[in-house]
């Protein structure tokens, strides 16, 4: 077999050898062998690399130094045709084509960037300059006989630089560029100091929103109810007396009247109102089995299903089967809200199928016994929802899991038998406090929930429905009390997070407090009462919108017609030709006119089909009472004076012209006989008790 050179295969400026040959095979060889293998330099590169991309073609014999040495001879005798097909492109235009990318020197970049800085900031290094030299100065005059060291100057540029690295180095992260004036720097420290002082006197200092009242009126019973939208534009309240209203800050008066009001379920009080995450509806749960579902501007959008009582198995009904007790919203999600009921059940429902929850959560104790649930929640991330119920005990589960398992159970977190009115999360998640209603408030820790953080007692509280609250800063709890024997208003009692201990209490009114709402965007505490009053708590420098605007209001002027009176001089001595009429009032002369129906001219009002002022229809009001009215109208006979008499003056002429019953006897009967009456002689026998009385 013959040896066959593959040659060199290129692609631009790539290459690599198709030869199976490596260097240490050819040196491993004779010298016969490496005669063959010396040829150009080129060549033995060519067999001894290894790797790389090239094009793909013919391969051909290698080339010889001839071979390259004719190439260029060709090349140049090419030059003149390329010159001139580089002039025809430029010619029509084409020379355009095919540029290099422009080369960047970036040392000489940045050295011209450096230049730049440094004129641009000329004026500020030299008075950095001149403020050290006057420093130097003074230090000088200030140390008698010393004698100035020959360095001064070379001192005066060390400190400066000194001064530059300084800064350099402590504001390397938040400054770029050249270093700022010893007085900005000043200033700016001093500044910095002045906002950590404010901003650690606001940490000890608790600012309240509770300087100024506003009074909105629900009706006379207690306020059950209340919900912020979250934008802060409007309020929903619901009461013991069955009714929800709707309140609208921006369009209220001062009347400070609701806008709307109607009866969900007539009959039933109202357990709680809320809004979605996004305020578009409004989830209304009141006593009864079933809870509906409004849009912001009160019209019903759909009610929830109602459960079969006779089936056993709560997971198997539509909806719920006994009265509801507590409802909220999703915190993220707008289609999902949450319903509990004394049917021991908790339902998750969708707003696309509201003909049947979504899903149904079973509140058992640790014997296994069904409870009843008294108020629901979800999480401020949702991830988590939990309950309290008729028990004491605390359940909470995980949304994220299926709800068959309890994730966190707490038993005995209140008295056993009593109704728990609150549970709410805190911002950040990690703790929830709950209010009893055995008159306690408890603070509890999601990571470490065997034991209460704090307990806060006598706090007497008489509603199902009592509500305790974080601030939107979480630094504090805030609750309400009711009225005991012997108190005269209720309040609202707000605790610091860290330590419970009370750090405002205030009275509210002058009877029970019932609902808290702080709304975080308005900063704003909205307070429902037993006396069936809103009271919205606000400061006008802290508070935004809300009850800020209904208060700014003013009372608008009523339009007067303006009208050119002219001026009566009373002269009551004067000559009556010389007096002047008084002007009279006309109004009252004009309303008894008005009642006048001859001076008004009033048209007859239309009969209707009873008839009206005294007057019967002229037609009736059907086809047959007009016939019957004519035949009466035709046969009607006016009767005067006494009838008997009026009948007797016919009774001569009836006897002596006879017409009807006396003619027809006149021949066979001349003589009128008339039937004798007959005696019954047993009668007379018969005792006078059986006999038939007559009178």
């Known amino acids: ?89 430029e010619m029509m235009g084409f020379s355009s084509f095919g540029k290099k990318a422009r080369e960047f020197d970036l040392d000489k970049i940045v050295e011209e960037t ?60 938040d400054f770029v560029g050249p270093p700022l004036p010893p007085e900005m720097l000043a200033a700016r420290s001093e500044k910095e100091t002045e906002e950590d002082e404010v901003d650690d006197e606001s940490d000890d200092v608790y600012k309240l929103p509770i300087t100024h009242e506003l009074l909105l ?51 039933y009080p109202i357990s709680n109102v809320d809004y979605s995450c996004t305020g578009d509806k409004v989830l209304v749960v009141s006593g009864s089995q079933q809870c509906k579902v409004y849009d912001r501007d009160g019209i019903e959008l759909f009610e929830c299903a109602k459960g079969d009582m006779y089936i056993n198995d709560m997971a198997k009904t539509k909806g719920h089967i006994s009265s509801l007790t507590y409802g909220c919203w999703h915190p993220k999600d707008k289609t ?55 028990d004491g005990t605390i359940q909470l589960w995980d949304t994220r899991k299926n709800y068959v398992n309890v994730l966190i159970h707490i038993k005995n977190s209140h008295e056993k038998g009593t109704e728990t009115s609150s549970l709410c999360f805190s911002y950040d998640n990690k703790s929830f406090v709950t209010r009893g209603g055995d008159d306690t408030l408890k603070l509890w820790d999601i990571r470490n929930y065997k034991e209460p953080v704090h307990v806060k007692k006598e706090l007497f509280n008489r509603f199902s429905n009592t509500d305790a609250l974080f601030s939107p800063n979480d630094q504090l709890v805030v609750t309400g009390t009711s009225l005991d024997r012997g108190d005269k208003a209720g309040k609202i009692v707000m605790l610091d997070r ?22 975080p965007r308005l900063n704003q505490l909205m307070v429902g009462c037993g006396d069936g009053n809103i009271r919205l708590l606000y400061d006008p420098q802290l508070s935004h919108n809300g009850a800020v605007l209904v208060a700014g209001k ?30 009279k009032s006309t109004r009252k002369q004009e309303e ?7 001076k008004s001219h009033q048209p007859e009002l239309p009969i209707g089909k009873a008839g009206s002022g005294g007057r019967v ?32 003056k016919f009774a001569k002429d009836a006897a002596e012209n006879p017409y009807w019953v006396t003619p027809a006897y006149a021949k066979n009967q001349p003589k009128t006989i008339f039937q004798e009456e007959e005696k019954d002689e047993t009668a007379d026998d018969e005792p006078d008790t059986k006999k038939q009385k007559t009178t």
């Open 1 to 89: 077999f013959l040896k066959m050179n593959r040659g060199k295969i290129s692609f631009g400026k790539i290459g690599f050898s198709l030869s199976t040959k490596k260097t240490e095979d050819i040196e491993s060889k004779g010298s016969d062998d490496k005669e063959e293998f010396d040829g150009s330099a080129d060549e033995k590169d060519t067999q001894t690399s290894i790797g790389g991309f090239g094009s793909f073609g013919k391969i051909g014999p290698a080339k010889t130094q001839n071979d390259i040495i004719n190439e260029a001879g060709i090349e140049k005798e090419k030059e003149p045709e390329k010159q001139q097909e580089d002039e025809m492109n």
């Open 114 to 173: 450096r230049k730049t800085a440094l004129e641009r900031n000329r004026d500020n290094l030299e008075k950095i300059a001149l403020n050290v030299n006057k420093g130097d100065n003074e230090n000088k005059e200030g140390q008698a006989g010393t004698p100035a060291p020959n360095n001064a100057g070379q001192n005066a540029d060390t400190r400066k630089n000194n001064a530059q690295n300084e800064d350099y180095d402590d504001d390397d992260e």
């Open 217 to 267: 009126s629900h009706g006379s019973k207690t306020v059950s109810a209340l919900a912020v939208d979250p934008s802060g534009a409007r309020l929903v309240t619901g009461g013991l007396d069955y009714e929800v209203k709707y309140w609208d800050f921006q369009g209220m008066d001062l009347s400070r009247d609701s806008f709307r009001s109607f009866y969900p379920a007539d009959g």
């Open 336 to 390: 999902q809200f949450l319903t509990s009921s004394r049917d021991g059940t908790l339902r998750i429902w969708n707003v696309d199928q509201p003909h049947q929850q979504k899903t149904v959560i079973k509140t058992k104790a640790y014997s296994g016994l069904k409870i009843r649930p008294i108020v629901c929640t979800y999480s401020r991330d949702g991830l988590m929802l939990g309950c309290a119920c008729d």
């Open 498 to 519: 860290s330590s419970f201990n009370i750090v405002h209490e205030m009275d509210v009114g002058t009877s029970h407090v019932c609902r808290i709402n702080w709304h």
């Open 554 to 583: 003013k009372k608008k002027r009523a339009k007067q017609a303006e009208v050119v009176v002219s001026q009566q001089v009373i002269t009551p001595h004067a000559l009556p030709m010389f007096r002047e009429e008084r002007h």
């Open 592 to 598: 008894r006119d008005r009642k006048d129906p001859q």
């Open 617 to 648: 229809a002229a037609g009736g009001s059907t086809l047959s009472s007009y016939i019957i009215r004519n035949m009466g109208m035709r046969n009607l006979v006016h009767e005067e004076g006494d009838p008997r008499e009026a009948l007797l």
